[in-house]
């Protein structure tokens, strides 16, 4: 029985670290010259096969010593092919003020080969460099929550039991 424990705790682990694992994680360096520079950033496509909800995430992120503030920022996730195919705006901020942003969408993916781009603008204040980082992961389904929950009851279980 304590084996038969051990085990179902070591499989759900396992669940779980590859379900919230990332899918695609990237990262670009983004260099803008100067004040009201406007940064297309376009063309940074994934693919999706497996059916399922999936989190869009990206971030901004400033280099040390860069002092530009992002004036205006807009985001969308594009699916290009059927079924189900959408744009879907992530971000749209007229005054972001800071140096840095981050944003994201959930969606869903009804199967097949999705052809996937996403598509930043934005506009700085003044000569700003940095990192703009994007990832798509897989949402956990409750099923492999209900196998975490049983992991961690497991391996509790046993602690107790040893204790004795």
Not at 11 to 26: D, I, K, N, R
Not at 113 to 119: D, I, K, L, R, V
Request: proline residues 5%.
């Amino acid at each position: 029985m304590r084996s038969f424990i051990l085990a179902a705790a070591t499989v759900a682990a396992l669940a779980t670290g590859s379900a919230q694992a990332a899918l695609y994680q990237e990262s670009i360096a983004v260099n803008s010259p100067g004040a009201w520079s406007t940064n297309l950033l376009g063309g940074l496509q994934f693919t999706l096969d497996n059916p399922g909800q999936y989190v869009f995430g990206f971030t901004l992120t400033p280099n040390a010593g860069s002092n530009g503030l992002l004036a205006s920022l807009h985001a969308t996730l594009t699916k290009q092919n059927a079924p189900g195919a959408f744009i879907q705006e992530i971000a749209a901020n007229s005054n972001v003020g800071d140096d840095s942003f981050a944003g994201s969408l959930t969606f869903d993916h009804l199967g097949g080969a999705g052809q996937y781009s996403f598509m930043l603008n934005f506009t700085n204040w003044a000569p700003w460099n940095g990192t703009l980082t994007y990832t798509v992961s897989p949402v956990p389904e409750p099923a492999t929550m209900a196998l975490v929950g049983l992991g961690a009851a497991g391996v509790a279980w046993r602690r107790r039991r040893q204790a004795r």
